[in-house]
């Protein structure tokens, strides 16, 4: 079916997210495909996944995340509303987060979130972000965050679609 005069086409968006950390075991993997697949091709999330840095006994936190920053900062698709989750970043509820989805959605730029690794985000991403939020005040499992992510944007999208995912 063609777009005729006056039709507009509707908006593709893309929500990257980027995350430190493969090789995820195969519920987390499931879990997250289960979600993503959820959302209607005109809203694709894209999940880049980097490998953790190699740890070792005397190398310091902060040479880790920045060594993070630098492979982060090379998945970052230009002109993109960024986002870092971060533990003291604002809390959201999924009301929030449904508001915030709207706006990204009209906005015409696609959305970059970020998950750091198991020590956090280095401050360069996080000055590169444009809003910094948390998932929860509890400690997440690394693995877990992703599926978080994943179901959160499915239930922000079913909110802004009245689609009976989301009940209140």
């Not at 280095?122 to 939020?133: E, G, P, R, V, Y």
Request: charged share 20%; hydrophobic share 35%.
């Amino acid at each position: 079916m063609g777009y005729g005069r006056g039709t507009r086409r509707p908006r593709i968006m893309k929500i990257h997210l980027i995350t430190i950390g493969t090789h995820m075991p195969s519920w987390v993997t499931s879990a997250y495909d289960t979600y993503a697949k959820r959302l209607p091709k005109s809203c694709e999330l894209i999940l880049h996944e980097i490998p953790m840095p190699k740890r070792q006994k005397n190398t310091s936190i902060e040479k880790l995340k920045k060594q993070e920053a630098e492979l982060i900062s090379q998945k970052i698709p230009a002109n993109n509303h960024i986002i870092a989750l971060d533990e003291h970043g604002k809390q959201w509820t999924t009301q929030q987060l449904a508001n915030d989805f709207s706006t990204w959605l009209s906005s015409g730029q696609d959305t970059v979130l970020i998950i750091g690794g198991p020590d956090g985000l280095d401050q360069s991403i996080l000055n590169k972000a444009h809003s910094k939020h948390a998932l929860s005040g509890l400690t997440l499992p690394h693995p877990l965050v992703r599926v978080i992510v994943a179901e959160q944007i499915y239930r922000a999208w079913s909110i802004l679609n009245n689609h009976p995912y989301h009940r209140e």
